[in-house]
């Protein structure tokens, strides 16, 4: 026994000194104690022997293969063949069979935190291969399964572990291997999420054809595995999925190269339980602590998966859930009181002081913002079923925006308002109020905001590619300093800005001391960055607050949080483009019009010649909205009744049921003057 364990001794020394000397003859290591790391110290072959005998002479003969002072390459496993593998594939799966081997494949330079240095070529040579094999049947698309299930992470596993997985990500989308192996790999990967991080940062740097792919790839693994669970009892199975396409979804965060849209799964879009989900998500987080991961499990979880149709179905639900409750306390209320308590929000509004009545009601501390709301223009009969409601916040909306008010800057290039850097107006406020009380009653506004201001209501970070969307003079000229090859000294520029305050010179410092410090090559970058935050954040900061107090009103500490900026946008303001051969597809006739009839006809033909604007005005003056829903115009339910025989009388509507009341006129030319009048003067007039 003594014999036998000098001997393992011996060769483990034996094995220390080839591995110093010659390495492991793997093309590139990251094992400090190797001769084949690129890092490794240039030793003598005497510095070698003494390290050894150094080793043997400080560590007992049971621990030298534990020892923190010396780590042993691993060697590559070879893969049981499946039935029908050559050797040339047997070789392949040795490859892949072990981290160490991973983690330096296809290496070139050195690794840093930002860039796994992946040569690519190299990759879809590789990658060429596989394909090959598996193409002449040498090799399965399973054949990493089980490589996967039973993958060798050395001692010093997280030096090549993140980048392993990065290469299997890769390498399963690129061959399109099979379902179960991409699964296989979530699987490994949420075992080993410590090194999430660090593979996420790695997936920053995919070429973007590679990164789409593997998108696309993850997402018909998580819908081919929604689909064979037959109950809701194994959902958790999902999870490992779920994080690994989490991971590429927060990297497409930080820097967007697909649409968002991609992340949504059609498939669980189509069958989510709306109910269920708001259920979960109602539930307290004391209680989803001593719950089964089963059992709290939530596509709410994983937002991103979520399309905004059922966002915003969830919203509206918990938007339900407050009306309910709100109705049962009035009629408790009234029952005790012997009172009458209404379950409306009721505002009444002048036309000529809509701003001061609206701001004088809504800021009565008496009041229930959280209620349906129901308008009532003084001196009009019209009752409020929707319509009137929806043109009561286009027309104060508008009012809000006008220049006389001085709250926005209109950027005519771009048709998009900022705020004024120079305004404390307390309408801002009253605009965020009116904003969430929008999406509180479903109706959409036409705004014209950059996605800046919807990022920042998101709390998610803006800077200089959000500037980019709306002021292309200030930043082309900060390009312009970034770009000069010389000394930018000579523009003599100081860390402060000037603009214009509704005709008055201003000047604000953006840092202390701004005035005396001047921009350099050496700090012209942070000139830039604090340029673009004075115009995004500092500048703007009180007149944004004031807004964003007001939107959280209505809006703070629900389901919103779950909305990407886009999403609240679309939310908010509906879809401004549209086609009207979707409405018309789905349109409904009533009161003895058909498809077919000739004023029926004539209608389609006349607003179809239309131009865009005058689409807009269409649609605002039958729905009470110049933008499309969510889900485009085939959502809506369109009706187009039959309103007497031809007259002179114009065309009505009532908004709250898309319903237009049409007179058969006698002649197409007739119509199409009638049908200009009534939306070219649809304020006030006509709508219900």
Request: hydrophobic share 35%.
């Amino acid at each position: 026994m003594i014999e036998e364990t000098k001997n393992t001794y011996e060769q483990l020394l034996k094995k220390a000194y080839i591995q110093m000397t010659v390495g492991c003859k793997r093309r590139m290591c990251l094992n400090p104690y190797c001769y084949s790391n690129p890092s490794f110290p240039n030793m003598s072959d005497q510095e070698c022997k003494d390290y050894v005998l150094h080793l043997a002479s400080t560590v007992e003969p049971q621990l030298l293969a534990k020892t923190s002072n010396f780590i042993f390459c691993t060697e590559p496993s070879y893969f049981k063949c499946h039935n029908g593998e050559t050797s040339s594939s047997n070789s392949y799966s040795a490859l892949l069979a072990n981290t160490e081997n991973l983690g330096v494949l296809f290496l070139y330079g050195t690794l840093d935190s930002q860039d796994p240095k992946i040569d690519w070529k190299e990759f879809l040579g590789f990658s060429a291969e596989i394909k090959g094999l598996i193409k002449q049947g040498a090799l399965k698309d399973d054949f990493l399964v089980p490589i996967l299930n039973e993958l060798q992470i050395s001692r010093y596993g997280k030096l090549y572990l993140p980048r392993g997985y990065l290469i299997l990500l890769c390498l399963i989308s690129e061959l399109n291997l099979s379902l179960s192996t991409m699964g296989a790999l979530c699987v490994s990967i949420s075992v080993n999420s410590w090194m999430n991080e660090q593979l996420g940062l790695w997936v920053d740097s995919l070429p973007s054809e590679i990164f789409e792919k593997t998108i696309r790839k993850l997402q018909d693994t998580l819908t081919a595995k929604y689909q064979s669970l037959t109950t809701t009892s194994n959902y958790e199975e999902m999870i490992p999925i779920l994080k690994t396409i989490g991971i590429i979804n927060q990297s497409n965060s930080r820097k967007e190269r697909v649409s968002y849209r991609i992340f949504y799964n059609q498939v669980i879009n189509s069958t989510l339980s709306i109910q269920e989900e708001y259920r979960k998500w109602k539930i307290p987080t004391s209680n989803k602590r001593k719950m089964t991961p089963n059992q709290r499990f939530s596509f709410l979880d994983y937002s991103w998966v979520i399309d905004c149709t059922n966002k915003t179905k969830l919203l509206q639900h918990e938007n339900y859930e407050l009306i309910e409750q709100e109705f049962n306390q009035f009629l408790l209320i009234s029952l005790l009181s012997g009172g009458f308590t209404s379950p409306y929000l009721n505002l009444e509004i002048n036309r000529e002081h809509m701003v001061e009545d609206t701001m004088q009601q809504i800021n009565n501390k008496d009041i229930n913002l959280k209620k349906p709301l129901r308008i009532k223009f003084i001196g009009e009969e019209g009752v409020d079923e929707g319509g009137v409601k929806k043109e009561f916040f286009q027309l104060i909306v508008k009012k809000l925006f006008e220049e006389t008010t001085r709250m926005f800057v209109y950027i005519e290039s771009k048709r998009l308002h900022w705020f004024s850097t120079s305004n404390d107006s307390k309408h801002y406020e009253l605009l965020g109020t009116l904003l969430g009380l929008a999406i509180y009653n479903g109706v959409n506004l036409d705004l014209r905001f950059p996605m800046a201001l919807y990022r920042k209501l998101q709390n998610v970070q803006t800077g200089f590619d959000d500037l980019k969307e709306f002021d292309d003079f200030t930043v082309q000229s900060l390009q312009k300093i970034i770009e000069f090859p010389g000394d930018i000294q000579t523009f003599c520029l100081n860390f402060i800005m000037d603009f214009d305050a509704w005709g008055q010179k201003m000047q604000a410092e953006l840092i202390e001391g701004g005035r005396d410090l001047p921009v350099t090559n050496q700090n012209k970058y942070d000139f830039v960055k604090l340029y673009t935050n004075y115009i995004l954040n500092v500048g703007v900061h009180d007149q944004f607050e004031a807004f964003k107090k007001g939107f959280l009103k209505i809006c703070g500490g629900g389901l919103l949080k779950y909305l990407r900026p886009e999403e609240l946008e679309l939310i908010l303001c509906g879809c401004p483009v549209f086609d009207l051969r979707d409405l018309e597809r789905v349109a409904v006739y009533e009161n003895g019009f058909t498809r077919e009839s000739l004023t029926v006809n004539w209608l389609w033909g006349i607003l179809h010649s239309l131009d865009i604007e005058q689409q807009k005005k269409f649609l605002f003056f039958v729905t009470g909205s110049d933008r499309a829903p969510i889900n485009g115009l085939s959502s809506l339910h369109f009706v187009i009744s039959r309103n007497g025989p031809d007259s002179d009388r114009l065309m009505t509507a009532h908004t709250c049921y898309n319903y237009l009341l049409l007179p058969e006129y006698n002649s197409e030319d007739k119509m199409r003057s009638l049908l200009l009048t009534a939306i070219n003067n649809s304020e006030g007039f006509g709508l219900r």
